[in-house]
């Protein structure tokens, strides 16, 4: 799907009926403004169109038109149809039937910076500003220049960043403004080709200045890196499986990545560009001890807060602004190994509060927060002691962290805190006794936090809410009663929480709530029967949703919250067939 925002309320998505194809339509959520936009390809046979983004204010749609001709290339959707805007690998042995690939794009001011691949060639890259004249290869698809553009990034309105490779410096981090005359390396990091090439690992911007990227050595090797003397490697790269991963954090108009997994002995360092030679280093302490850090939570506009790992500290909590002065360890909580115990155990509160799951080595990993400072970071509870809390779904709500955790007493159940040990507490145990519960869908709606509660017990799931604290956490909505299923999937939409939900008398079908009463919006199989809603997306004031009726069968569906405003969008195959 491209969003509505992008067209002026009309959603563009591919689907196929058995007389057309899989072809491209259009919406803007009524029957009557659902519609095939063209059948590209007449007849059965699927175009197989995608719409991959715009340029020159037209959408852009790579689609295989005709089979006896072009293949798979680029088109632009006219009024009259899709219009082939350029045949990028012209003639029949060069394009055969499948035509092009496209590997990666990106959105670079008016224009799309496209990794093409065509059938027995070399991917290479693109740029098209929506006219034929203005779609042009940057580099020759048949050289060994420029191939496989990866990670496609913009850095501003004219420039993209990504990861390639030229036949003199192998595979590296180059730039293009969509001309091959200024399309070049940034810097050769792993000097020499192939073997001594470097992997760029998930390229990322924000502020469309400055670029942040992990690198690994060919096959997977991982080196750290210091700035002190330009970029150089503090030690030679040495063979260590692939394992990848990325945790991103912002400073100012800076983006930091870093992946490290010290059970295999693999550090990722911070680095960062801003697409020159010169502004690409990576982050160290002043003495280069800091062996990688990945980011724990973004920046507070001054500093960024990571966890980090040297030869004598394992994963503990540090904080960077960027440069080598002002990157340290933030507090060594614990001495004697992990003091952080997981990237994703982590909540942020608007006030400037952080938690995450840490030991000091006194206690198992429990309950910390910080305010980004040594004398702010500190001990808040150790609910299981003896243990691992094991604390997750972590959810910030407003100046609280909710979260689950299984005290040993209650099961697992959700619990609160506001940063103190008296604030700490379980708001309800909801299966009374040691069975616990089961979380998900936690939703901010109307100052409340609403979520599902899938009792362990009976099986049964039902829509609670909280006001964060014991008094406030309650059910919202009972729709099942003493059977089925109800809050799955919560979305808001139109200033109403939908969800789907299951009883004895309705089957599963889309319920809404209004802050006071649940009720059904339509029962698309009337009776106990199924509708089988699921899959709900909230798009401007209305919802999406997969769904089923006897007169559609398995389709896409809309709807405003009423039951007159709740349809099928497009019954794509007519009839009771399934599309």
Aim: glycine share 14%; net charge negative; hydrophobic share 40%.
């Amino acid at each position: 799907f491209f969003p509505e925002s992008d067209f002026g309320g009309v959603m563009y998505f591919t689907a196929e009926n058995a007389a057309t194809g899989r072809e491209l339509y259009q919406t803007n959520g009524t029957p009557a403004g659902t519609f095939l936009v063209a059948d590209a390809l007449p007849g059965p046979d699927s175009s197989l169109p995608t719409p991959i983004g715009i340029a020159g204010g037209k959408l852009v749609v790579h689609s295989a038109v005709d089979l006896a001709g072009p293949g798979a290339e680029l088109f632009t959707l006219e009024p009259g149809g899709l219009v082939l805007l350029k045949d990028m690998t012209p003639g029949a042995s060069a394009s055969g039937p499948n035509g092009t690939t496209i590997l990666d794009v990106a959105k670079v001011g008016g224009r799309l910076f496209l990794g093409v691949q065509g059938d027995s060639q070399s991917p290479a890259l693109w740029v098209t500003d929506g006219t034929t004249s203005g779609t042009t290869l940057v580099s020759p698809m048949a050289s060994n220049l420029l191939l496989s553009p990866r990670s496609l990034t913009a850095i501003s309105s004219t420039t993209a960043i990504f990861g390639g490779a030229d036949s003199i410096v192998g595979s590296e981090l180059f730039r293009s403004d969509g001309t091959a005359a200024s399309t070049y390396s940034i810097e050769d990091i792993a000097t020499g080709m192939q073997q001594v090439s470097s992997n760029l690992l998930d390229l990322s911007c924000v502020g469309g200045q400055d670029l942040y990227f992990l690198n690994g050595g060919f096959g997977g090797n991982f080196s750290t890196w210091s700035e002190s003397a330009g970029l150089q490697p503090l030690q030679e790269p040495t063979v260590q499986p692939v394992v990848q991963g990325a945790w991103h954090g912002d400073h100012q108009d800076t983006m930091f990545h870093g992946v490290s997994l010290p059970a295999l002995g693999l550090y990722g360092p911070l680095m960062k560009t801003d697409g020159t030679s010169a502004g690409t280093s990576a982050i160290n302490t002043q003495d280069g001890t800091l062996l990688g850090g990945s980011v724990l939570f973004g920046s507070d506009g001054v500093r960024t807060l990571f966890v980090g790992h040297t030869v004598t500290s394992e994963s503990e909590l540090w904080s960077t602004d960027g440069t080598a002065l002002g990157t340290q360890i933030l507090l060594d909580l614990n001495p004697t190994g992990d003091g952080v115990a997981s990237l994703t155990k982590k909540a942020s509160l608007s006030n400037g509060l952080h938690f995450f799951e840490g030991t000091d080595g006194s206690t198992s990993m429990a309950l910390w927060k910080t305010d980004g400072t040594a004398m702010g970071t500190s001990f808040v509870k150790d609910i299981v002691p003896g243990q691992d809390d094991g604390i997750s779904s972590m959810t910030a709500f407003q100046d609280l962290v909710l979260f689950t955790v299984d005290d040993g007493i209650h099961g697992l159940e959700l619990w609160v805190s506001d940063g103190t040990p008296a604030g700490t507490m379980l708001l309800r145990d909801i299966v009374v006794g040691a069975e616990g519960s089961f979380f998900w869908s936690f939703t901010e709606y109307q100052g409340l936090m609403y979520f599902t509660v899938r009792d362990s017990v009976s099986a049964k799931s039902d829509l609670w809410v909280t006001d964060g604290t014991p008094g406030g956490t309650q059910l919202a909505a009972d729709v099942a009663a003493t059977s089925g299923n109800s809050g799955g999937g919560l979305v808001e939409a139109g200033g109403l929480l939908f969800f789907d939900s299951e009883d004895a008398t309705h089957g599963r079908e889309l319920w809404k709530f209004d802050g006071a009463t649940a009720s059904l919006v339509a029962d698309l199989i009337p009776g106990p029967a199924s509708g089988g809603v699921r899959e709900l997306v909230a798009c401007g004031s209305r919802v999406y949703f997969i769904a089923e009726s006897f007169a559609t069968g398995v389709e896409l569906f809309v709807s405003d919250g009423t039951a007159a405003g709740t349809h099928v969008a497009v019954d794509l195959k007519p009839g009771p067939e399934s599309s």
